[in-house]
């Protein structure tokens, strides 16, 4: 089943191209928002399955072109980033350790909305393509072997970032409003044969940066939710971003169309603001080291100067 929310935050089920609204289906489950019925739907989801489906078999279905999408989880209690969690197709010769940070709920934006560059003295804005897990049950030291049991679904995920800023970690670089782009819908587990063989794809302006197979994970889904349960309790739609291979990142700016493509989910598309109108050169990681004199496997040169707009001078 793919689950979203539409227009003013109907919840709808996709068939297909057309999107059947089920609202009245959950109107009992106790909220104040979209964001808590969200989240108690999914904890009461084998209640309300079957309700779905007879009311999206039966219902009379618009087109999605014709309904504007929203962000499928708008208040996640918890958004879980695994860090430097790929092998970068072969060039790290061992998995990084197992680590994670966290973004705040109110960075989380949807499809067609804006993600805002802030006025900050950031070496680089970039945004990273990742798979994202939607915890289904309260989880709290679960082992690998049973981890599977508690994800309800995955949805495309960005991992927006302000590189380079004076104050250090992750906190201000990760957790600005908007730089969360998740959508366009989540898509139940059942849908889903292997999550460890999707491929993923990034489109800027319509040219493909990032392309790779969720297979190059380092530390697989199971390990990832095994270790962050025993960190903290995961809660029914908190988000698991599981990571991204950096090789094709590359600068977001001002007028950018971001199109993010999970094989089995579909497509998250947004745009970039600047109001300050900055502007870098135009290539990934990848394509820096390719430059480079001197070649190291794993160490990629990370930024691409700013070229014009403020701060750019003070590089």
Not at 89 to 116: E, H, L, W, Y
Request: glycine share 8%; with cysteine; charged share 25%.
């Amino acid at each position: 089943m793919k689950l979203v929310y539409f227009d003013d935050y109907k919840l709808g089920v996709v068939k297909g191209d057309q999107v059947v609204d089920v609202s009245s289906v959950v109107r009992d489950i106790s909220h104040t928002g979209p964001g808590d019925l969200m989240n108690g739907l999914i904890a009461r989801f084998d209640q309300y399955r079957g309700k779905l489906e007879d009311a999206a078999a039966s219902g009379q279905g618009v087109p999605l072109s014709s309904v504007r999408l929203r962000a499928p989880l708008p208040k996640p209690d918890n958004i879980d980033c695994m860090a430097v969690n790929y092998m970068e197709d072969g060039t790290r010769s061992a998995p990084a350790p197992i680590n994670a940070f966290q973004k705040t709920a109110n960075a989380i934006c949807g499809p067609g909305d804006t993600m805002v560059l802030p006025d900050v003295p950031a070496t680089i804005f970039e945004g990273e393509a990742e798979l994202a897990l939607v915890i289904g049950k309260r989880a709290s030291h679960i082992k690998a072997a049973d981890a599977m049991d508690y994800i309800f679904g995955y949805t495309c995920f960005i991992d927006g970032s302000a590189r380079g800023l004076p104050a250090p970690g992750f906190f201000a670089m990760k957790s600005r409003d908007t730089f969360a782009p998740i959508g366009p819908c989540i898509v139940t587990k059942d849908e889903i044969p292997d999550p460890q063989k999707l491929q993923i794809r990034l489109y800027n302006n319509g040219t493909l940066m990032q392309n790779f197979n969720t297979s190059d994970m380092a530390h697989k889904i199971p390990r990832c939710v095994e270790w962050l349960s025993s960190v903290h309790t995961l809660e029914p739609g908190d988000i698991i971003a599981t990571g991204t291979n950096h090789r094709g990142l590359n600068p977001f700016m001002d007028g950018d169309r971001i199109e993010l493509e999970i094989e089995g989910i579909g497509k998250l598309a947004f745009n970039v603001k600047d109001e300050l109108k900055r502007k870098w050169e135009r290539v990934t990681r990848l394509q820096m080291h390719e430059r480079a004199a001197q070649k190291t496997p794993g160490a990629y040169p990370d930024i691409t100067p700013q070229v014009e707009g403020k701060y750019a001078q003070a590089r």
